[in-house]
Nanobody, 119 residues
């Protein structure tokens, strides 16, 4: 059974930091691009950051310089270190795994973890 389980969300003040973690199981973790997406109140789900099997990264413009994605294939985890948090960073953050195969696409989602930035 494929599972992605996020942890680390919570309440933080503006300017603060949080570290989100996601642990995967039931699939070939090292062969998948791992990513973080978020969906704020009244907004569409958007990419936060992603890292491919080779280590190549992709960040949304508003997150560059503030957020850092990392992965540990041996532990089957992907993390998101968030710094200088802003009120507009408030959202549910989702872990994602994706791989394009010759047979079909593989896309998995976690249940999400709430991040609230408020004073």
């Amino acid at each position: 059974q494929v599972q992605l389980v996020e942890s680390g969300g919570g309440l933080v003040q503006p300017g603060g930091s949080l570290r989100l973690s996601c642990t995967g199981s039931g699939f070939d973790f090292s062969a998948h691009t791992m990513g973080w997406y978020r969906q704020g109140p009244g907004k569409q789900r958007e990419l936060v950051a992603a890292m491919g099997p080779s280590g190549r990264t992709d960040y949304a413009d508003s997150m560059k310089g503030r957020f850092t994605i990392s992965r540990d294939d041996a532990e089957k985890t992907v993390s998101l270190q968030m710094s200088s948090l802003r009120i507009e960073d408030t959202a549910v953050y989702y872990c994602n795994a994706a791989r394009i195969d010759t047979v079909r696409n593989y896309i998995y989602w976690g249940q999400g973890t709430q991040v609230t930035v408020s004073s």
